[in-house]
């Protein structure tokens, strides 16, 4: 596999900063400048914590400071931030999560509070934490089982029109799916659920919004084919459109999706031969996207 896991952070002055985690070590690359047509930095190697990083995932805190977790090679959570909103500031020392045995992957979701809820998969089940309360510096609640979910091999989570999250978990079983029960932050989730999958099911999954709010999400399935579906309108209930395949950049591995500062979603694709990237040509939600390029990737990627 050419590269374990893509995910996708945003800087406080909304720039994305992208993470590749790769056989030689994890990798970032950041747009330059605000302008979402600006270069990117180029690959650049990243710290790991301890024993590697395999799989990594981000969100943002409650003062816009973007946080990134990896879990490591002997399935252990660690995490690191940027330590002040300055989006040139430097990242924080990595920091172990409280042990979980054998992690495999990681997500996470962001509640309408802004609060950032972590998902992990283990080989047991699906388990997760989040903050206490808005303070960005708050401590993290107890792992909790996520209901049982098993055999996941990719987390990821949409933002719904009104701001509740809703999480995508790929298993061997299919494509499942879970979602806030309304706009509490608190509220109760509604409880696994089975998502249609794409033809050849789903074994990764990635999600952005799109210029007007509404969620897309982008999954590779089991013949290295890129699929995605979005919701057909703004209403948060709406309904989803049906699985819509991209051109072929290669034989997929993994997936990942960033924002750019106009909003506009950029993906970005791991195959054998490198990693590729397409995004939306204009801001119009319904726009066509760049073809694929090569995101001249990090080394083992």
């Known amino acids: 596999m050419p590269a374990n896991s893509v995910a996708s952070a ?5 720039r994305p900063q992208i993470f590749c985690a790769t056989e030689n070590g994890l990798f970032s690359n950041w747009k330059v400048d605000p302008d979402p047509n600006a270069a990117w930095s180029g690959w650049q190697q990243f710290s790991v914590p301890p024993q590697g990083g395999l799989m990594v995932a981000a969100a943002s805190l409650t003062d816009g400071r973007p946080q990134v977790l990896a879990v490591n090679g002997i399935g252990q959570v660690w995490t690191t ?67 049982g979910l098993s055999g996941v091999s990719s987390v990821a989570s949409a933002r719904l029109t009104d701001g509740r999250p809703q999480i995508f978990c790929a298993t061997g079983n299919g494509l499942f799916s879970n979602w806030k029960v309304d706009t509490d932050p608190n509220a109760a989730w509604v409880g696994w659920q089975q998502f249609s999958a794409p033809p050849g099911g ?23 084919q890129v699929w995605t579906t979005w919701k057909v309108g703004e209403d948060p209930n709406a309904a989803w459109a049906d699985w819509t395949q991209f051109p072929q950049p290669g034989f997929a591995d993994t997936v990942g ?30 726009a066509g996207w760049a073809d694929w390029t090569n995101f001249n990737g990090p080394p083992g990627a």
Not at 264 to 277: H, K, N
């Open 81 to 147: 931030w940027k330590v002040d909103e300055d989006p040139n500031a430097t990242w924080s020392d990595w920091t172990q999560f409280p042990q979980l045995d054998n992690a495999v992957t990681v997500g996470a979701a962001t509640l309408t509070d802004g609060r950032p809820q972590i998902q992990v998969a283990t080989e047991t089940g699906l388990f997760t934490t989040w903050k206490l309360d808005t303070n960005p510096d708050a401590g993290w609640a107890d792992w909790t089982n996520f209901n």
């Open 10 to 14: 945003r800087l406080t002055d909304g």
């Open 202 to 224: 789903a074994i990764a999954v990635a999600c952005v919004s799109l210029t007007d709010g509404r969620p897309q999400i982008v999954a590779v399935n089991s013949d290295g």
């Open 257 to 286: 999706a960033a924002t750019l500062t106009d909003g506009r979603p950029q993906i970005q694709v791991a195959t054998e031969t490198g990693l590729f990237t397409t995004w939306k040509l204009d801001t119009d939600p319904d």
